[in-house]
């Protein structure tokens, strides 16, 4: 049996398709209801039933707080594997992984990238951080819910290798920013300057997605990306560059950009708002 707790915006998806892919029964665990209900499937009564149940159990969860306390309550029986989807610190993915060996319980950073969109039709990119053999594990199982999945090393290395990659995201997104912003006060058709990007070295992921959709359309809706979750990435990906005495300028303005957003009450809508509140 598997199991899958957190079934949130982007644990819904993925919940749907392992239950409809990998042939097997899910045991779901969420404190709201309405994500089980609309999955249709067997609804765990606690954390320690799913830990007694299941010999593979998702997470996708918030942050390190929410991690840390399920993972604790889980009580994973010995020979079972916990896959923490979300995106944490390295340190936190570090500890569980020496606390799960401790117990005999394999244990897998492996946060996953893209979009809400992706997640649905399961081709999410996933970055995980285990030893060889837990990779061979469970690869199978990621591969339902992703179609690019990356070994990335030892434990730690899935959280590491994600933070670096929002840390560059979240860049891209903020030089969007000031290309449309700049091309609006410069009388330039935003839909235009950004189709000749994709056809030269400006292109880029960032650009066909959170440009193109989000940017240009001024769609920034709540229970997508949010403000307040790229914060939290960020300052994971900071955090990280403290510890090996980096210091990342880019990053931190790309920090303070989304503060300001923030502060102008906008923490809840998707990240890219931050154009909003540009120059202020």
Known sequence: MIGFVGLGVMGEPMCRNLAAKCGEQILGYDVNPSPLARLRVEAATSLAEMGERCDTVFLSLPGVDEVSAVSAALAA????????LSTTTVALARELHARCAARGVDFADAPVARTRAAAESGTLAVMVG?????????????????????????????????LINNMVL???????AEAVTLARKAGLSPQRLFEALTTGSADSFALRNHGMKALLREEFPERAYSVEYALKDLGYALDLAKETALELRGAQNARAALERAKRAGHGGKYFPVLVKTLGS
Do not use: W, Y
Request: hydrophobic fraction near 40%; aromatic fraction near 4%; charged fraction near 15%.
């Open 77 to 84: 029986r010995t020979g079972s594997c916990i896959v923490d």
């Open 130 to 162: 285990a030893s060889e053999k837990v990779f061979t594990r469970i690869r199978p199982l990621l591969a339902h819910i992703g179609t690019d999945i990356t070994h990335c090393g030892g434990p730690g290395a899935g959280q590491a290798t994600k």
């Open 170 to 176: 979240f860049q891209n997104v903020m030089a969007l």
